[in-house]
Antibody, heavy 116, light 109 residues
Framework: EVQLVESGGGLVKPGGSLRLSCAAS????????MNWVRQAPGKGLEWVSS????????YYADSVKGRFTISRDNAKNSLYLQMNSLRAEDTAVYYC?????????WGQGTLVTVSS | EIVLTQSPGTLSLSPGERATLSCRAS???????LAWYQQKPGQAPRLLIY???SRATGIPDRFSGSGSGTDFTLTISRLEPEDFAVYYC??????????FGQGTRLEIK
């Protein structure tokens, strides 16, 4: 069974940093591109970042470019999102997601709250 | 950047009725890369349709997708109580950003 488990969310002050992790199991992690998608409270889904299976290709939404860094460790079956210079508008549930056909698999999400 | 616009914003229907949800793109989207997701409160999204018209694993056949170019449709033939949720379309083609539509809320009338 495919499992994606996010962790690392919490309350952080504006301008602060946070590192999210996503632990994957039940599939060949090193063969799949991985993604972060976020959802602000009461709002829709927003794609944040993607990383290819070997980390050769990395993409970011304009809203996070220059502040967020996606990375992965295929030996540990783990995906990361380093978030710096956090703003109130980054407050959201952050999901890691992956799949072959589209975003077939999603984690349960981790809540990031940016507030003073 | 491709902008996806979903309509209507909210759809009020009764169980047993047919639901038709629209997703319109600001520029052509390869049909291979248009997906639909269902999200219920407090849950992660679930993939329903990929490649514009292919059902994901375990999705009932009352869900169907169609369309090409800039106009795509998700149809639910006969609504079941568990189908009332929010639905999102997404384009995930070769070039990011892999944008989502703003969502359609399907509510019980």
């Amino acid at each position: 069974e495919v499992q994606l488990v996010e962790s690392g969310g919490g309350l952080v002050k504006p301008g602060g940093s946070l590192r999210l992790s996503c632990a994957a199991s039940g599939f060949t992690f090193s063969s799949y591109s991985m993604n972060w998608v976020r959802q602000a409270p009461g709002k829709g889904l927003e794609w944040v970042s993607s990383i290819s299976s070997s980390s050769s290709y990395i993409y970011y939404a304009d809203s996070v470019k220059g502040r967020f860094t996606i990375s992965r460790d295929n030996a540990k079956n783990s995906l990361y999102l380093q978030m710096n210079s956090l703003r109130a508008e980054d407050t959201a549930v952050y999901y890691c997601a992956s799949g072959v056909r589209a975003l077939d698999y999603w984690g349960q999400g981790t809540l990031v709250t940016v507030s003073s | 950047e491709i902008v996806l616009t979903q309509s209507p914003g909210t759809l009020s229907l009764s169980p047993g009725e047919r639901a038709t949800l629209s997703c319109r793109a600001s520029q052509s989207v390869s049909s291979s890369y248009l997906a639909w997701y269902q999200q219920k409160p407090g849950q992660a999204p679930r993939l329903l349709i990929y490649g514009a018209s292919s059902r994901a694993t375990g999705i009932p056949d009352r869900f169907s997708g169609s369309g090409s170019g800039t106009d795509f449709t998700l149809t639910i033939s006969r609504l079941e109580p568990e189908d009332f949720a929010v639905y999102y379309c997404q384009q995930y083609g070769s070039s990011p950003p892999f944008t989502f539509g703003q969502g359609t809320r399907l509510e019980i009338k």
